[in-house]
C-alpha cells in the first residue's frame, strides 16, 4: 500500500527506497489549514513516520516563518513572506487562507496510488487539491494542484508543487544553462542563501534553462550520496524557485508560467497544473539520473520498449533545395551503409527556398515536385527504407498563402507591431480552428504518404504573445498553446499508431518529460560537433535516458564550428544516443562509407543496450580530458571511450567500470580476454585510446559479455 494513512491528516507516501511523509498542520487559533512536509529521505516503517509527525516545529519569530517553506503549497497570505506558490486576489482581496475540507485515496492500477487533499477557503468559494501518486516500481513522486473557482477569483503564481529539502550543514545545487547551440552545460554550485530562479519566459522550455534541479549536501558524489531532485513535465514557459533560509532549510517550488501573468477563471472553472516530479536516491547524482531514467521509460514515453532506428536526415547535403532525384541518390548510399530511416528536412514544400517563406503551406513544393512527394517516397521505400518528413506546425511566414488567408490565426497584440524571427511568427495552438486545421493536414500527410516518423521543429520563441478574440487571452495562450500541442500530438498518434515524432526546437529549446510524453526522441542541439557533444550529452544525460537522443555524426570540418574531427570520434560520440547521420553522403570517401557501414552495424549490436540500459558517466570531464560512458543491460556491457586531447596531462589514467557483478566473469568481445567484475571495477583497465601520447580525438568501444 504506497499511501499509508498515519492518523486522521498525517500520511507517509512509500516508494521502494524512499518515504514521504506530509500532513495537515491546523491552527487552533485561527483553524487555517497549512499541509506540510515533513520527511523526506530513505523508507521508514510505518511507526517510524508516525514519530515523524510529531517531531517540534521550527521556531517562528516577529519578522519571519521559517516553516512556510516545509508547506506543499505556500500561499501569499497570512504569516509568510517568501516565494508563495499559489497568489489568487479575490477582487481586491489579494491573500488566501484555507481549511481542511477533507482528503480521499485512490488506486489506480499497475500498483499506483493517489492522495488528494482537499482545501478549501476560509471566505470565498474556492478550492485547492493537492495530489499526489505514488508507485510501487519507482522512487519518484508525482504532485499537482487543481483550483476551482466558485467566483471569479485572478490567478497570478499556481505552481505545481513546493518540495522541502531536509536540513543540511550546506546546500549545493546542479542544474544546465545554455544557448542556441550550446545548450544543457551541466553547473554545480553553493546553493546561496534567499532564492535563486531558474525560468523560461520564451513560451517553450528554452535553450537557456531546463525545468529541473537537484539539491544535495555538498558532498554527493556520482556514485554516493543523497541527492534530492525535483523536474517539471512541461514544455511552456515555466519557473522553478529554490529557497535557502538563513535559518536553515531549502526547498523547491515549480510550476507552469512566468511573473506577471494573470489567469482569470468564472465561476465553476477549474485550472489545473502539470505535474511536478521529486526524486529522492542515496546513489549520488548517477543513481538519480538512472531513477529518472527508469521513470522515463517505466512511466512517460509512449513507446518505450522500442529500438530506434538507424536515422539519416538530408539537410546538411541539400539545405532548401530538395529535389528528387538528390533525395533518392541519398537514399541509395544511406542504405548501403545500414541506415534504416530517412528523413527529408526543411525544403519540401510551398515555395519554401529559404528561411523567409511558406510555412503554413503544407502541400508539395509545386515547381521541384508537381507530381508530388509519393512517388519519391515509394522510391525510398523500395530501398528498405523507413521515411519521415520535418515539419513545423507552430511555424508561420508572412510570405505564405496561410497567413494571406488567416492573419489572426499568429500570436499578435491589438496595435503592436509583429516581430519576426527567422523569417516567421508563431501560430496559436490555443485557437480550436487552429489545432483543427493542424490535425488536418498532419493526418492527411501522413496516410496519403504512408509515413513512419515526423520531426516537429519550433523555431523561435514567443513574441507578442497575444489573443485578442478572447479578454483574458494575452494570459492564457501561455498555457493553453503548449496544451493545444500536446492534444494534436496525442491526437495524430491515436490516429496513426505506427508514427513516431521526434521533437526539435532550433536545437534543444523544447526538451521536459511534458513533450517526451507525446514523442519518442528529442533533439539535443543543432550543434553537433562531437567535442561540443560531449557536454551537450553529459548535461542531458543527468535527467533524460540515452534513448530519447537523437545523435548525428556530420561532416568535417563541422558545419557550425569548422573543427575537424576523425569520423570514428564522431561516431563513437553519436553511439552514446540514438545514431543518426546527417552529413552530405554524396562528398564522403569510398573509405568513409566502408567505414560508416562497419560503425552503424557495430552500433545495431550494441543499440538495445545503449538506448535501454543503466547508463553510467564514468570519470573525466567530457569534451574536455579522458573520459568515457557505460551502458549495462542483461549480460552485456558497453563502454564508449574518449580522449579529445592526446597529449593531455589531466584526466584519469585508469577506466574503472562500475556497477558489475564482482563475483562474475566477463569476457571482452574484441580479444576473448576474461575480467572478474571486482578487476574491472577495483583496479579498471587501460583503453588504448587512453594512451598519454597520441593523436587528438581518440575513440574506442569496448563491448563485455558476462559469462
Not at 204 to 233: C, K, R
Not at 370 to 385: F, N, Q, S
Not at 396 to 424: N, V
Request: negative net charge.
Amino acid at each position: 500500500m504506497p499511501v499509508i494513512p498515519l492518523d486522521d491528516h498525517h500520511w507517509a507516501l512509500t516508494t521502494p527506497a524512499s518515504t514521504y511523509v506530509m500532513g495537515v498542520d491546523i491552527d487552533p487559533d485561527t483553524g487555517e489549514a497549512a499541509p506540510r512536509q515533513t520527511y523526506w529521505g530513505p523508507r521508514l516503517t510505518a511507526e517510524a513516520a508516525r514519530q515523524v509527525t510529531g517531531l517540534p516545529r521550527r521556531h517562528v519569530s516577529s519578522f519571519s516563518t521559517p516553516a512556510e517553506i516545509e508547506e506543499l503549497l505556500p500561499v501569499d497570505g497570512g504569516k509568510r513572506w517568501g516565494s508563495p506558490s499559489l497568489q489568487v486576489a479575490f477582487g481586491d482581496t489579494r491573500s488566501v487562507e484555507l481549511r481542511l475540507a477533507g482528503a480521499e485515496r485512490h488506486e489506480e492500477g499497475g500498483g499506483a496510488e493517489r492522495l488528494d487533499v482537499l482545501l478549501a477557503d476560509a471566505h470565498h468559494p474556492f478550492e485547492v487539491v493537492l495530489s499526489l501518486r505514488v508507485r510501487d516500481d519507482t522512487d519518484v513522486i508525482e504532485r499537482w494542484t487543481t483550483v476551482r473557482a466558485g467566483t471569479e477569483v485572478a490567478v497570478t503564481r499556481l505552481d505545481s508543487g513546493n518540495w522541502f529539502v531536509p536540513d543540511a550543514p550546506a546546500y549545493r545545487y546542479s542544474g544546465v544553462f545554455g544557448a542556441w547551440a550550446e545548450e544543457s552545460q551541466l553547473q554545480r554550485g553553493p546553493l546561496p542563501v534567499g532564492e535563486l530562479v531558474f525560468t523560461s519566459r520564451q513560451g517553450i522550455t528554452s535553450h537557456v534553462a531546463n525545468p529541473w534541479v537537484m539539491i544535495d549536501a555538498g558532498a554527493a558524489t556520482e556514485e554516493h550520496g543523497e541527492v534530492w531532485g525535483v523536474t517539471l513535465a512541461w514544455s511552456g514557459s515555466w519557473r522553478l524557485t529554490t529557497t535557502q533560509r538563513p535559518e536553515g532549510g531549502a526547498c523547491v517550488s515549480g510550476g507552469f508560467g512566468h511573473d506577471g501573468l494573470r489567469w482569470t477563471l468564472t465561476p465553476g472553472e477549474e485550472l489545473v497544473t502539470p505535474s511536478a516530479l521529486g526524486l529522492y536516491s542515496t546513489g549520488g547524482f548517477g543513481g538519480a539520473s538512472r531513477a529518472w531514467h527508469a521513470y522515463a521509460r517505466g512511466h512517460v514515453l509512449p513507446t518505450p520498449a522500442e529500438e530506434r532506428p538507424v536515422l539519416y536526415n538530408s539537410w546538411e547535403a541539400t539545405a532548401f533545395a530538395v529535389t528528387e532525384a538528390q533525395q533518392l541518390a541519398l537514399a541509395k548510399t544511406a542504405a548501403s551503409i545500414g541506415v534504416e530511416l530517412f528523413v527529408i528536412d526543411d525544403g519540401w514544400f510551398g515555395r519554401r527556398d529559404d528561411d523567409t517563406t511558406s510555412l503554413g503551406d503544407w502541400f508539395p513544393h509545386r515547381e521541384r515536385f508537381p507530381d508530388g512527394l509519393r512517388g519519391m517516397l515509394d522510391g525510398i521505400r523500395d530501398l528498405g527504407l523507413r521515411v519521415g518528413l520535418w515539419v513545423e506546425p507552430e511555424g508561420l511566414s508572412k510570405e505564405s498563402e496561410l497567413y494571406r488567408a488567416h492573419p489572426d490565426w499568429a500570436l499578435h497584440m491589438e496595435h503592436r507591431r509583429r516581430d519576426e524571427k527567422r523569417g516567421q511568427l508563431v501560430l496559436n495552438f490555443a485557437r480550436d480552428d487552429v489545432r483543427a486545421w493542424a490535425l488536418g493536414w498532419l493526418d492527411g500527410l501522413v496516410t496519403e504518404l504512408r509515413l513512419d516518423y515526423l520531426k516537429w521543429d519550433m523555431n523561435r520563441p514567443f513574441t507578442q504573445a497575444g489573443w485578442p478574440e478572447r479578454s483574458d487571452g494575452q494570459d492564457r495562450v501561455w498555457i493553453e498553446h503548449t496544451r493545444g500541442v500536446y492534444q494534436v500530438m496525442a491526437a495524430l498518434r491515436e490516429r496513426h499508431p505506427g508514427l513516431r515524432i521526434e521533437s526539435c526546437a532550433g536545437g534543444g529549446g523544447r526538451i521536459d518529460l511534458g513533450i517526451l510524453r507525446h514523442t519518442d526522441e528529442v533533439w539535443p542541439s543543432d550543434n553537433t560537433d562531437a567535442r561540443d557533444r560531449q557536454t551537450v550529452q553529459h548535461g542531458f544525460s543527468q535527467l533524460y535516458p540515452a534513448g530519447t537522443m537523437s545523435a548525428w555524426v556530420t561532416d568535417s570540418p563541422n558545419p557550425t564550428t569548422r573543427r575537424e574531427m576523425p569520423l570514428r570520434y564522431r561516431f563513437h560520440v553519436a553511439m552514446a544516443g540514438v545514431l543518426g547521420i546527417g552529413g552530405n553522403l554524396s562528398e564522403w570517401s569510398d573509405g568513409e562509407l566502408e567505414t560508416a557501414a562497419e560503425l552503424i552495424a557495430q552500433y545495431k549490436r550494441v543499440r538495445r543496450t545503449v538506448q535501454h540500459g543503466a547508463q553510467y558517466r564514468l570519470a573525466g570531464t567530457p569534451g574536455q580530458e579522458r573520459s568515457a560512458v557505460q551502458y549495462v543491460l542483461d549480460d552485456q556491457v558497453v563502454v564508449l571511450v574518449y580522449n579529445p586531447l592526446g597529449n593531455a596531462k589531466r584526466g584519469p589514467r585508469t577506466l574503472r567500470l562500475t556497477g558489475l557483478d564482482p563475483e562474475a566473469l566477463y569476457e571482452l568481445e574484441a580479444d576473448g580476454s576474461r575480467w572478474h567484475g571486482g578487476t574491472l571495477m577495483g583496479a579498471g583497465i587501460r583503453p588504448a585510446a587512453w594512451e598519454p601520447i597520441g593523436a587528438d580525438h581518440r575513440s574506442e568501444l569496448v563491448v563485455l559479455r558476462k559469462l
